[in-house]
């Protein structure tokens, strides 16, 4: 007999960016399950044990999400020893036109906003973190908040698209 533990964050507040993607994106039981316990896929597959309940309590988690996790209170983030913050009022052009391009181009090639998370957060504070913008870099910082909680990324994420006035809208035009 195989038994596994699998351990399931117990709010919503406790997923990470990854593990809400997943959650919205859908994927097999059997997938969200690894995601969300850590274990292999293999072991949950091979479990002897009846993981429904677990798989339940994966539902409640997404039906817990907040209704304004766009307006959430903006958390510390911090990212290679940098803080993400905010730019202030006067420094509102604090975009490079390569940051932009690229934003536009991730929402033009996406279903849905929610799907980039990561990538805008990733092309927003890359700057921050090195002092110019790599576009190389790119993908390792996203993997860095892909394991962050989703509920301190999103509202930065929100800001900057709301602050560069694109939507999927804006872009039909573009």
């Known amino acids: 007999m195989t038994l596994i533990k699998i351990k399931i964050p117990k709010r919503f507040e406790d997923l990470t960016v990854k593990q809400f993607l997943l959650l919205k994106g859908g994927g097999t039981s059997l997938e969200i399950l690894s995601i969300l316990s850590g ?3 293999e072991a949950i597959q091979n479990s002897d044990v009846n993981l429904d309940p677990a798989m339940n309590r994966v539902d409640e988690l997404y039906k817990d999400k907040p209704l304004d996790l766009e307006n959430s209170k903006m958390q510390p983030v911090f990212i290679e020893s940098k803080e993400i913050k905010i730019p202030r009022r006067n420094n509102w052009g604090y975009t490079k036109y390569g940051q932009t391009s690229m934003i536009k181009n991730l ?13 805008v957060f990733a092309i927003y504070a890359q700057p921050i973190i090195d002092g110019t913008f790599d576009p190389k870099r790119i993908p390792e910082i996203k993997s860095i908040i892909d394991d962050m909680p989703i509920v301190k990324v999103y509202p930065y994420t929100v800001f900057f698209l709301n ?9 039909i035009f573009a």
């Open 39 to 41: 274990e292999s896929l």
């Open 107 to 119: 929402i033009r090639e996406s279903e849905e906003l929610e799907f980039i998370i990561s990538e």
């Open 163 to 171: 602050r560069l006035k694109i939507t999927r809208a804006t872009l």
